[in-house]
């Protein structure tokens, strides 16, 4: 069984650029969450999707976007990227969007703006 | 909104016992999550309890809850100098929903 995957490790850009970046979510999981964990900070939340459908989301601005595949696999799109952008980002999959199915984490993306 | 607060830093000796404490504010989390993140990793689940619980025990690690103080700890015995990382408290913050609210993460470190 694969775990989730992420791509790319590591990234620079440059302020006002464009980026995405991608997850493959483990194996018959349907659901999938972004999170965004700025330097010394906790994970913070961006959005959900669930069966292709953003299924929740965070306090972020629309700059931030995703998609979900048919496959679940999922894409982040960050707009108009900005200094504070810069963090590790996280996605995690998990069977289904109840509070009780365990979510599995990649080991995220680093992006870094300059 | 969601606030979940824990301190920063925590020193123990190997073989002694660790506890990592976290406070939350929302009462309607259905389910609290300590994971723990070593360098360069993503998170890991380590356990969680169920709101309606006040122990899980899970060999070396011990989850306590209070939920009129909305307190949350973790107990590691025997801490060994691999429990080395950051863990993180998160909540739920909707019931029926596993969207998750971190706090700011507790660093453990183990002196050999």
């Known amino acids: 069984e694969t775990g989730v995957t992420q791509s790319p490790t590591h990234l620079i850009k440059t302020r006002g650029q464009q980026v995405t970046l991608r997850c493959s979510s483990q194996?018959?999981?349907?659901?999938v969450s972004w999170y965004q964990q700025a330097l010394g900070q906790g994970p913070q939340f961006i959005f959900q999707?669930?069966?292709?459908?953003?299924?929740g989301r965070g306090n972020f601005p629309p700059r931030f976007s995703g998609l979900q595949f048919p496959n679940y696999s999922s894409e982040l799109n960050v707009n108009a990227l900005e200094l504070d952008d810069s963090a590790l980002y996280l996605c995690?999959?998990?069977?289904?969007?109840?509070?009780?199915?365990?979510?599995?984490f990649g080991p995220g993306t680093r992006l870094t703006v300059l | 909104g969601e606030d979940v607060e824990q301190s920063l830093f925590l020193s123990v000796r190997e073989g002694d016992s660790s506890v990592i404490n976290c406070t939350y504010t929302?009462?309607?989390?259905?389910?609290l999550y300590w994971y723990k993140q070593e360098p360069g990793a993503g998170l890991q689940l380590l356990t969680y309890?169920?709101?309606?619980?006040d122990m899980k025990q899970d060999q070396r690690l011990t989850v306590l809850l209070n939920k009129k103080d909305k307190h949350l700890s973790l107990r590691i015995a025997d801490t060994q100098t691999g429990d080395s990382a950051i863990y993180f408290c998160?909540?739920?913050?909707?019931?029926?929903?596993?969207?998750?609210?971190f706090g700011t993460g507790t660093r453990l470190t183990v002196i050999p």
């Open positions: 998160a909540e739920t913050g909707q019931t029926g929903a596993n969207n998750l609210f």
């Open positions: 929302d009462s309607s989390s259905t389910y």
């Open positions: 995690a999959s998990s069977l289904a969007p109840s509070g009780g199915d365990e979510q599995f």
């Open positions: 999707y669930y069966r292709e459908e953003e299924n």
């Open positions: 309890i169920f709101s309606n619980m």
């Open positions: 194996s018959g999981h349907n659901t």
